[in-house]
């Protein structure tokens, strides 16, 4: 989804406006993905409904601008009511938010009401990453899922970057030929267009030059790393299937997915003896709090480690 191709929400002319130019500042400047754009046009679309249906007729910008507390309180209720999860609200209230931000730094909406409006409280999640024999042992094996050899080193080759470099497999995936050979760091472009320098392994960057040596297409500067059957830059989801295989064959647990490597990267240098900042800087982390979640995971595999071998626990 671009800024040129903007949803349309059920809003008067004048709110439709406002919209497509908050839309524009999350696309353009931003640079939000195109997955967290499609979740916010979802969010607000859901709001804008809402506001027909309250309001009895589709929102202008004097409606945006004098709703209350109760108003935005009815439509997180309303939310609840049709089944939506503590974390889908937060994120749509989230969403209404930075719509409001956004309109108030511009000067053409000023609605104290949504700042008053209290975030669900959610359960508190840490990152579930793999102990190190299993996250060896997906590396090991992922290649052995594919009767084509190209195909086999270059799953290998994903997987090891997640695992070796800590990267989403979006930043993965959306390598080009012309980072290869990938030398000592790897400058990566991730959320909202941050870059950062992750040094590579010599294990990481010999996986990717055995797949790009049997790879059957001619690779050019330009084109994908990771490819498909046909020479297509590779989908997520098909990584993601080759995991869920491998889950099964290997007694895994399901939260052993593609992103659970890159979450086993950073505990276990954590556990290494990696300090916070360096590794807040490895996963690109915008917040040290983010990072801090992983002191949490140690800590329990600690305790763990203690209830199970001391001998008065």
Sequence with gaps: MTAEAAPQIAG????????????????????????TLDSYARDARDFFTFLQMHLGTPANKADLDSLSLRDFRA?????????????????????????YRFCERD?????????????PKLPRSVPRPLAVEAAKAVVGEIGSLSNEEWIGARDTAVITLLYGCGLRISEALSLNRDQVPLGDMLRITGKGGKERLVP????V?????AYVAICPYPLSSGDPLFVGKRGKRLNPRLIQGRLQVLRAALGLPPSATPHALRHSFATHLLSGGGDLRTIQEL??????????HYTEVDTERLLDVYDKAHPRS
């Design 107 to 119: 000067g053409t909406l000023k609605n104290g009401a949504i700042h008053l409006v209290q975030s």
């Design 283 to 292: 996963m690109g982390h915008a917040s040290l709090s983010t990072t801090q």
């Design 200 to 203: 590579v392994l010599p294990v």
């Design 205 to 209: 960057a010999e996986t990717v030059d």
């Design 12 to 35: 008067a002319a004048s709110a439709q406006s406002l919209f497509a130019q908050w839309f524009r500042h999350l696309s353009s400047e931003r640079r939000l993905s195109e997955h």
């Design 75 to 99: 439509w997180l209720a309303e939310r609840r009511g049709r089944g939506n999860s503590l974390r889908s609200t937060a994120r749509a209230l989230s969403a209404v938010r930075s719509f």
